[in-house]
C-alpha cells in the first residue's frame, strides 16, 4: 500500500498562484508514475498532470499555467499553478501508480484524501 498526503490547498484570487505537495509513504516502489487529479462539484474527475520517468503530462487547460515537479529522494510530488482561474476550483488529489480512464472518469491505484482549491474571481 502507498499513503499519500497533500498539503498547500486553499483560497486565491483569480490569477493568483498556489503550490500543492505531497508526500507518500509505504511501498513507495509503486510509484513510477506521480501526478494529481481534480474533481469539480458535479464534474467527473479529471487528470491535471502527472509525470513518469521524467516525462510529463498535462490536461490542455491548465498546460502553461501549472507545474508537476517531484523529488524521488524525499517521494513527493508538487504542483505548481499560476494564472488561476475560477473553473479550476476543485478538490485536487495527490495521486500516483496506474493511471486509467475509465467511465469518463480517470482511476488511479492510489489517491490521497484530496485538498481544496478555491479560485475567486
Known amino acids: 500500500q502507498v499513503q499519500l498526503v497533500e498539503s498547500g490547498g486553499g483560497l486565491v484570487q483569480a490569477g493568483g498562484s498556489l503550490r500543492l505537495s505531497c508526500v507518500a509513504s509505504?511501498?513507495?516502489?509503486?510509484?513510477?508514475?506521480m501526478g494529481w487529479l481534480r474533481q469539480a462539484p458535479g464534474k467527473q474527475r479529471e487528470l491535471v498532470a502527472a509525470?513518469?520517468?521524467?516525462?510529463?503530462n498535462y490536461a490542455d487547460s491548465v498546460k502553461g499555467r501549472f507545474t508537476v515537479s517531484r523529488d524521488k529522494a524525499k517521494n513527493m510530488v508538487y504542483l505548481q499553478m499560476n494564472s488561476l482561474k475560477p473553473e479550476d476550483t476543485a478538490v485536487y488529489y495527490c495521486a500516483a501508480g496506474r493511471f486509467q480512464f475509465t467511465g469518463g472518469s480517470w482511476q488511479v491505484d492510489f489517491r490521497g484524501q484530496g485538498t481544496q482549491v478555491t479560485v475567486s474571481s
Open positions: 509525470t513518469s520517468g521524467g516525462s510529463t
Open positions: 509505504g511501498r513507495t516502489s509503486s510509484t513510477q508514475t
